[in-house]
């Protein structure tokens, strides 16, 4: 069962996340990808509360900022991932060391593909940027350009919900919780 879960920051989408994995696991093994790779202390408290938030529900952190198929070489495939998040994975794959990467959109897409299609349960979390009407950067706007397309896996995935002002709004599947 896979769920990608969209919306706005700080709405609630990885507390959702997190009761998602627990239902699917039905006392399985289950996995935090962790993705952020942090560049400053807000980075650190923002790690910091999500590790305090999923304290005490028993999942195994991978941190894996890039190269996301690489997480499933330490798991057990047949456990339940939550992917938090698409976002800043995508952040890590656009803006790695060395360099500027505008190409990586279809990497991440085809990465997250492989992801879904090689595990029992996935729920991958997202932002949602797209709302404003504003003009950005070509940098900027190669990132929401980039990241457009990884949100596509969406279509992938069995459910799909957009979290709004702590409300959950089922685009595809069903919420049972």
Known sequence: MTFYISGGCK?????????LC????EGGPMYYVATMIPHDEEDVARIRRHIQDREGWGF????????????LERADRNGTFLLDSVTALLG?????????DPDCGEKVAADLTAFIRGVKN???????IFSDAERYDEWTET???????????????????????????????????
């Open 60 to 71: 195994r952190t991978i941190e894996q900022g890039r190269d996301l198929p690489a997480c």
């Open 92 to 100: 890590n794959e656009m803006f790695p060391p060395e360099g500027f």
């Open 122 to 128: 996935a729920v991958l979390v997202s932002d949602f």
């Open 143 to 177: 990132y929401r350009r980039a990241l457009a397309r990884a949100d596509r896996v969406a279509l992938e995935c069995d459910n799909v919900i957009e979290v709004c002002m702590g409300r959950r709004i089922v685009h595809k599947g069903e919420l049972k919780l």
């Open 22 to 25: 627990r239902a699917l696991a």
């Open 11 to 19: 709405n609630g989408k990885s507390m959702l996340a997190q009761h």
